[in-house]
């Protein structure tokens, strides 16, 4: 299945890699013909919906959806391409990391890890907790309760699903929290990312069963703010240098995966959306040039897009089943980083104004909730700050690989 073969792309073995994403584009190839028609047919659609709705643009529609103006969501888009230097920069020092000749698209998920380090359940707890506590009292005290209270469903078990998730209730009832524990370090942070959503549901419980939920581009605050939080303790107490570039490795390209790839997809249905309805029906190879360019545009001469890449467009659902859904990743990602700048560069000042942040819930636009942390969501200015903070972790990475002796 599809899953499995984008798994392997994440094998230390590149020939493993390699015969992964051939395998991938020769399951797309009896499709592709039927999925372009579908494509087509729901592009035209849209055209027609937004025109008789008078929609200005395709995604419109979307930004209403997420309560965003369509100034801040090209404010967001335009920061992003700016900063494709980031993303570039990494892929050039991976292909060096990996001792490649050159860095194939299947190759960007290859692991630099050397090994792989552990942590036991109660390190973790203690670690997430005391990364809390660094930051507000009154937040670590909410956090501990999950643990002690048992609203944490961690173990392994037989038939359980996949994944990691936060679970609302009602109001007058806690969030819960669900986990798959392995102990792998990257379990940390996801354990510190699904307490933020907790921490946010919880405290936004007093706005009631409307307005306790967040807009989809500011669901991610909280969540990802605790687990920046938590990676700078963590790599604080990683002394290794094969250890921290690991470390650093698996952040910078969960980052690179959310902020950039997505808005990289987001210029792709910018342009299938505009050439459907500028030229009219488009073939399987016009989707192909289109996925190149957007992918090749982000991804610069640093890492070589190969022919069997132009048919992965096609298994992306998103695309047709919410269209312009895809920035909202990027969107929630980079605020939440931005938010984190903020309280770096304000220190304790800033803890008063994020707790009411999380209090108010889905009460207010996403414009008037950013604007309580001193965010303005319509000036490009503003993404930049979460920007350097990747670009900040690329530096690192780049200090841990020559301590590593793999540069």
């Given at each position: ?189 996801t354990l510190a990312h699904e307490l933020g959503h907790g921490l946010h549901g919880h405290l936004a419980r007093e706005q009631g069963v409307f307005h306790q939920s967040t807009p989809l581009t500011l669901a991610e605050t909280a969540s990802v703010f605790g687990e920046t939080v ?110 984190y700048h903020q309280y770096e560069t304000q220190g304790s000042d800033f803890v008063p104004r994020y707790l009411h942040l999380l209090r108010a819930g889905g009460s207010m636009a996403p414009e008037d909730l950013g ?37």
């Amino acid at each position: 299945p599809l899953e499995r073969g984008l798994a392997l792309l994440m094998h230390p073995d590149r020939d493993t890699r390699r015969h992964a994403a051939e395998a991938i584009t020769a399951g797309l190839a009896p499709g592709l013909r039927t999925r372009a028609f579908i494509f087509n047919t729901l592009l035209a659609d849209k055209s027609t919906d937004d025109r008789l709705r008078s929609y200005p643009t395709w995604i419109t529609s979307r930004n209403l959806a997420n309560q965003a103006t369509d100034e801040s969501v090209e404010a967001l888009v335009d920061a992003v391409k700016r900063r494709y230097d980031i993303p570039q920069r990494w892929y050039t020092m991976k292909r060096k990391i990996l001792g490649l000749p050159r860095l194939a698209d299947y190759d960007r998920y290859a692991s630099v890890a050397a090994s792989e380090v552990l942590v036991e359940w109660a390190e973790a707890r203690d670690m997430v907790l005391d990364s809390y506590a660094s930051f507000s009292p009154e937040l670590a005290a909410l956090a501990r309760r999950f643990f002690d209270e048992r609203w944490i469903d961690a173990p392994l078990r037989p038939g359980k699903r996949p994944g990691a998730f936060c679970a609302y209730t009602v109001p007058s009832h806690h969030p819960y929290v669900f986990l798959n524990w392995t102990a792998k370090r990257n379990d940390v942070l996801t354990l510190a990312h699904e307490l933020g959503h907790g921490l946010h549901g919880h405290l936004a419980r007093e706005q009631g069963v409307f307005h306790q939920s967040t807009p989809l581009t500011l669901a991610e605050t909280a969540s990802v703010f605790g687990e920046t939080v938590t990676f700078g303790r963590l790599l604080a107490a990683t002394t290794d240098p094969q250890d921290r570039l690991a470390l650093l490795a698996e952040s910078i390209e969960g980052g690179i995966a959310t902020v950039f790839r997505q808005t990289a997809m987001n210029r792709f249905e910018q342009a299938m959306h505009t050439a459907r309805r500028d030229e009219g029906e488009l073939s399987v190879d016009r989707f192909g040039d289109l996925w190149a360019e957007t992918q090749s545009e982000m991804l610069g001469d640093s890492v070589e897009i190969t022919d069997n890449y132009r048919s992965w467009w096609s298994y992306i659902p998103h695309f047709v089943g919410t269209p312009g859904y895809v920035y909202a990743y990027a969107y929630g990602q980079l605020l939440a980083m931005s938010v984190y700048h903020q309280y770096e560069t304000q220190g304790s000042d800033f803890v008063p104004r994020y707790l009411h942040l999380l209090r108010a819930g889905g009460s207010m636009a996403p414009e008037d909730l950013g604007r309580i942390v001193g965010c303005d969501l319509a000036d490009p200015g503003f993404w930049d700050g979460g920007l350097a903070l990747l670009d900040a972790k690329v530096d690192q990475a780049e200090d841990a690989a020559a301590a590593a002796g793999r540069l």
